[in-house]
């Protein structure tokens, strides 16, 4: 067909064309937000309204000012708080000199991290320090703590109160406690000292727990160099490599980068030891009973119970699952089919691939990102009467012109608070899907109104094309599920007192919500209402959806037995002293709570930067998985899309946020209180496979 012919063929059959497109691409608004490209009109008379709409930062000066008129605000309500009677007052005045430095400190924390502009995370990083300073001084505040105190030891006045201020009150005292308030001087200053210590100590092995490690070049084979970093005459490895295909890179890459560093060696010795010393001082057995207080396993003793029997139930699966991996490497390499701990992550998704034909590619077409935020807005329109509505941000709003925002509305309640969605890929930007709160929510007594939760969201997804939008892998779908379960965590909750707004509560609760979600993300039902091919507008098959849940299962027990390990190490290194080498407990806990060997020269241990957020609580993911699964099938695998169920899940266990105990909440939603052996079996159940998607895939 000549030029000219193609031309006028194209002419006459244009409305066709546009109309077939047009139905493929027609998304709804909030579809549309993230399918297309940000093109913000330059407004020049709009004024700077300055980042989430506060006024002083619209430069990065405005975080000294932001940060003077919080502490003048402190000094007015610590006035407050140490005068007015004891009550319900007493309370309210300690949650809002905890939401004034929050409001400012959080905004901080999240600006240091994402901030492209290297000046505002400067003065971001300020603020959170001296912020940082002004809490721990509160912390040990006497007279602040004694107004707290008047309250709690007057059984006639805790009677009066209703149930979240006299938890919030019991929190706030915690705080307290915890800070060394009861010691007399000289042990007090010891604590705030130690305090002061493991602030540097966290940081240092939080740092020192990301840099790579380097070799000579002459010392690994030159056919293997440009696997690697170079740096002159030194090789750089920055990560274990654990997808190569490639034995040998695997195995170079995880002797050099675990190759122990004695400084932060030293490092993690000392940070143990003080946090060990100071859960002492203040009153507590170990660390690990000082951070298990108010969560739902209570003790370390409750853990290692969990873990035990896990691994106690998982034990003939896991031998089959190493069984299957041997089997795959002997075939792979029958020179060297010695199974070792830098084959397990490659090994478990070639036998993936090998069993289920799930190429993330595959699937991507189906699920653009406009895609599936419609499928969240329809899932918790149709779970809440919720939905998510994308709306312009104003000059000096957000901080990367690709930020989109989200007013989260309901149906009969209103406005319920606002999502900035960071979700794409930025130089400096933190390679971390993560949850921020930057303002929780509360009821405000001076205004009469509730102060509206705020939140990011943020991932590393990639920019959309001039020919497609963003396509997500089923991966990167089920992260924003789950991150977008966080978001709903905070906005859903309608606490009275922000020091407990959304996921503000124990550690072991927070990610049931998020965890929830991923099932959402891998049902039929729910998928089939947004999956959809951008060009063609054909649905996500569902064997498709089938096989990829059922992959999830191939070498389950094994993953999940490395879980339980890492989580035995934590355990292990926050309770007492062993008085021997963090090197020692792990080589024991790897014999005995995972199985592959231990390679000589290395040291997991100094790249386990959880051990800085997560000290004595890594078993919170296993833990609340355990709840998760046991809320879906309970409660939402009949009909995940029931409007009964979603509010009473709201009513339940969104809503309370931290106000309530957790092992509470958990039994609201069962209507009954779960064991530790219903969380185990809930995990092992897990596992078993589904043998219709065996049927389906024959059929197919």
């Known amino acids: 067909m000549s030029a000219c012919k193609r031309l006028l063929y194209f002419v006459k059959h244009r409305n066709l064309w546009t109309r077939v497109r047009r139905n493929v691409t027609t998304w709804s608004p909030v579809g549309a937000a993230f399918n297309t490209k940000t093109h913000r009109r330059l407004n020049l008379f709009e004024k700077n309204g300055g980042l989430f709409g506060v006024p002083e930062l619209s430069c990065p000066a405005g975080f000294q000012i932001a940060t003077k008129a919080a502490l003048k605000n402190t000094e007015r309500l610590l006035e407050k708080a140490c005068s007015c009677p004891p009550g319900v007052e007493t309370v309210e005045s300690f949650d809002q000199l905890s939401d004034g430095l929050c409001k400012v400190a959080d905004l901080a924390d999240f600006v240091k991290v994402a901030h492209p502009d290297p000046e505002f995370r400067e003065a971001a990083e300020k603020t959170c320090i001296e912020i940082g300073t002004v809490v721990e001084k509160l912390n040990t505040n006497v007279e602040l703590c004694q107004s707290l105190k008047k309250l709690l030891d007057n059984p006639d006045i805790v009677a009066q109160l209703d149930p979240d201020t006299r938890r919030v009150a019991e929190l706030f005292m915690f705080d307290f406690e915890i800070s060394g ?13 130690l305090h002061v210590k493991l602030l540097d100590l966290n940081n240092e092995f939080l740092v020192g727990s990301h840099l790579p490690n380097r070799i ?98 998982l034990s003939d699966r896991t031998a089959k699952d190493f069984k299957m991996m041997r089997d795959m490497k002997k075939k792979l390499n029958p020179r060297n089919s010695d199974l070792m701990p830098w084959d397990h992550p490659f090994l478990s998704g070639v036998l993936r691939a090998e069993r289920y034909n799930i190429e993330p590619s595959l699937y991507s077409p189906y699920l653009s990102l406009g895609a599936c935020m419609e499928g969240l807005n329809n899932l918790f329109s149709q779970l809440y009467g919720v939905s998510l509505m994308s709306e312009p941000p104003s000059a000096g709003e957000v901080w990367s012109e690709d ?26 930007k933190p390679h971390q899907d993560c949850h921020f709160t930057i303002r929780g929510g509360r009821w405000c007594q001076e205004t009469g109104q509730y102060q509206l939760p705020v939140v990011v969201l943020m991932l590393s997804l990639p920019h959309p094309t001039k020919s497609a939008p963003t396509l997500l892998t089923p991966g990167m779908m089920e992260n924003l599920f789950h991150e977008m379960g966080h978001a709903m965590h905070s906005m859903l909750g309608r606490t009275r007192y922000q020091h407990v707004t959304g996921t503000r509560c124990a550690t072991d609760f927070a990610e049931v919500p998020s965890i929830l979600m ?90 386990f930067s959880h051990l800085i957020g997560y000290g004595a609580k890594y078993y919170s993911y296993l833990m609340s998985r355990a709840v ?67 049927i389906m895939d024959s059929e197919s």
């Open 403 to 428: 930020v989109r925002k989200l007013a989260v509305v309901h149906e009969t309640e209103g406005l319920l608070g606002y999502i900035y969605c960071d979700f794409f890929h930025r130089t400096d």
């Open 216 to 313: 000579a070049r002459s010392a690994i084979p030159e056919h293997l160099h440009l696997q690697f970093a170079s740096e002159g005459s030194f090789i750089q490895v920055g990560g274990l490599h654990a997808d190569s295909p490639d034995d040998l890179v695997r195995e170079i890459a995880y002797r050099i980068y675990l190759y122990p560093n004695a400084d932060l060696m030293e490092c993690l010795e000392e940070l143990l030891k003080c946090r060990y010393k100071l859960a002492k001082l203040v009153g507590y057995e170990s660390y690990g009973h000082r951070a298990l207080k108010g969560t739902m396993a209570k003790t370390p003793e409750t853990v290692m119970s969990f873990l035990q029997l896990l691994t106690d139930k």
């Open 518 to 607: 991923e099932y959402f993300a891998t049902d039929y039902r729910v998928i089939s209402q947004f999956a959809r091919h951008y060009e063609t507008g054909q649905p996500l098959p569902e064997s498709m959806v089938a096989r990829l849940c059922e992959s999830k299962k191939v070498c389950g027990a094994a993953d999940t037995q490395l879980q339980i390990f890492y989580a035995v190490l934590d355990q292990i290194y926050h309770g007492k002293p062993q008085n021997r080498s963090t090197t020692d407990v792990l080589k024991e806990m790897q014999q005995k709570f995972y199985g592959l060997p231990y390679t000589p020269n290395t040291a997991w241990q100094l790249r």
């Open 628 to 694: 998760a699964s046991m809320v879906w099938k309970q409660c939402f695998v009949q009909d995940p899309l029931n409007r009964d169920m979603g509010e009473r899940y709201r009513r339940e266990m969104l809503a309370h946020g931290g106000a309530k105990e957790p092992m509470l909440m958990v039994e609201g939603m069962l209507q009954r209180r779960p064991t530790i052996e219903d969380f185990v079996d809930a995990l092992v159940s897990e596992l078993n496979p589904n043998f219709e998607t065996f």
């Open 181 to 193: 308030i009861h010691l007399d001087d000289k042990l007090r200053k010891e604590a705030v000292a």
